[in-house]
């Protein structure tokens, strides 16, 4: 390929570089660029994604990729050099000028920057996505190891079983309560116990006054087995009646 030949094709490349990367791309002095050349040098901004991209794990940095074709460009690679517009260290950008300076090894023979600047930004999403997972990583292992210091007596089996004894014991006592004399007077083999009165539906409909004389006859008239009914609940409301009678 002749010198005319490989100046037009460098020439097309910046052209369809513009065209596409915009403000992205400019043409900046040779003095700027860090290289040691005095032909045309060019700076193209990177971010680790694209504008439109809603990845909130990525941190904001920028890079500048900067390069300047050579006499026998894309027969031999450009110059290139990495510089740091916001939040990149000096061994990040080392290490992203060394790969790109292989993969323009492998790509001898073609114009070849854009394909460079689409690994760089490539490069970059991985790199500090992977720093972002880290840090998140660190605050889930953080918060893991926080010691949570309980407040109050703590339950036990034990002291649950307390709990509910006491408080079945108050409600079995609550029903009783609500039981007419009427009930109360009938032979024990012949009484209702609480539970059996809930269910009969005469507790809604004694308000407070005496069950009615029907009710008496059908309470004597009733075979109740005790068996059928829980035998805690029937303890208590005993111990209770017999603490009214003595009353």
């Not at 097309?12 to 596409?20: F, R």
């Not at 023979?109 to 854009?114: I, N, R, T």
């Not at 009733?222 to 609940?233: L, R, W, Y």
Request: proline share 4%.
């Amino acid at each position: 390929m002749f010198l005319a030949d490989y100046k037009q094709e460098q020439d097309m490349e910046i052209e369809a570089l513009e065209a596409i990367l915009m403000d992205e791309f400019k043409e900046i002095h040779s003095s700027e660029s860090g290289l040691n050349t005095s032909n045309r040098c060019f700076e193209i901004t990177i971010c680790p994604q694209d504008d439109e991209a809603d990845d909130s794990n990525i941190p904001s940095v920028r890079l500048a990729l900067i390069f300047s074709h050579t006499e026998n460009y894309p027969d031999e690679p450009p110059l290139l050099n990495c510089k740091s517009l916001k939040g990149i260290q000096t061994s990040d950008l080392r290490a992203l000028k060394e790969k790109l300076e292989q993969e323009a090894a492998e790509n001898l023979g073609m114009a070849m920057v854009y394909t460079l600047v689409t690994s760089a930004k490539e490069w970059l999403s991985e790199r500090f996505a992977q720093d972002a997972g880290d840090d998140d990583d660190g605050e889930d292992e953080a918060a893991k190891d926080e010691v949570i210091i309980p407040h109050g007596e703590p339950v036990t089996v034990d002291s649950f079983l307390v709990w509910r004894e006491k408080f079945e014991a108050e409600l079995a006592l609550e029903r009783a309560k609500l039981i007419p004399d009427s009930a109360l007077a009938a032979p024990k083999d012949k009484r209702l116990t609480g539970r059996q009165w809930f269910e009969s539906g005469r507790a809604s409909a004694k308000g407070g006054a005496a069950a009615t004389e029907e009710d008496e006859d059908i309470d004597e008239d009733i075979d109740f087995d005790d068996d059928d009914f829980e035998v805690d609940e029937d303890d208590l409301i005993e111990h209770y009646l017999a603490d009214k009678t003595e009353s």
